[in-house]
């Protein structure tokens, strides 16, 4: 790949935000496309994932950028009037997510012939900024809900869309879910869907409708009602 050789500061930014995300599991399918151009292009570049691969497999689990809990005890959920058996969750004590989305998750340093590999920097913050910054983490405060249903929500703007991240439990496990923005005229624009577990469900869902054309969100059930909604912050 051209522009991360050479002396293009650039191209070795870019290079290490990908091989960075790879190690960290954090690309997405236009990413994940991109760093297989990178590969096949320079196989340097492969043996200095497997490096970095090794550099965060012998860190503490804490490096992984994760806090885990342990699992909460089964209870008895009320979901959309439907009963059904799934974990009672606590905010302040489940697995969630460290919100470096669309962040470089790491740095490589290569030096001269040696070709010497270090980590610069294993997570750096995500852009900050109004809502509709480019990269930036937006949380979204959800308007209602079935009893029972707990969910922790935030969109991404990206430039070819935005990103919808998605930690909810409590519905109804083995029920197929869609989740749609809606754009300023009212359109519902997809962005893909899930099925329903008696644990936390963990979604990285993509629309292709710009953030500052998108007003709205909400998660639909097998028949199109309503489940979950969000009004997203005005750009």
């Given amino acids: 790949m051209a522009d991360a ?66 699992a909460p005890p089964a209870g008895d959920l009320d979901v959309g009037g439907r009963r059904g058996t799934g974990p009672h969750v606590d905010r302040a004590t489940r697995r969630r997510r460290p919100w470096a989305l669309g962040a470089a998750a790491a740095a490589l340093v290569v030096g001269g012939a040696g070709a010497a590999l270090g980590v610069e920097s294993l997570v750096e913050r ?4 109004p809502a509709g910054t480019l990269g930036a983490v937006e949380q979204v405060e959800l308007s209602g809900g079935p009893t029972g249903v707990d969910a922790d929500l935030a969109v991404v703007a990206h430039t070819w869309g935005t990103e919808t991240v998605l930690d909810v ?34 979604c990285r869902l993509n629309a292709p409708v710009l953030r500052e054309d998108a007003r709205r969100l909400a998660v639909l059930g097998t028949g199109g009602e309503t489940v979950l909604a969000a009004d997203l912050p005005p750009v």
């Fill in 126 to 129: 995500p852009p900050a900024g």
């Fill in 169 to 202: 439990a409590g519905l109804e496990a083995g029920v197929d879910y869609r989740l749609v923005l809606l754009d300023r005229t009212g359109r519902q624009v997809s962005s893909g869907g899930f099925v329903g577990a008696d644990a936390v469900v963990e």
């Fill in 5 to 70: 050789q050479g002396d293009d500061p650039g191209g070795r930014d870019r290079r290490a935000e990908l091989l960075g995300g790879a190690a960290t599991d954090d690309l997405d399918v236009a990413e994940r496309a991109e760093l297989e151009r990178l590969l096949a292009d320079d196989p340097s570049a492969a043996r200095e994932l497997e490096e970095l691969r090794s550099v965060l497999a012998a860190l503490p689990p804490r490096g992984s950028g994760w806090v885990e809990a342990p």
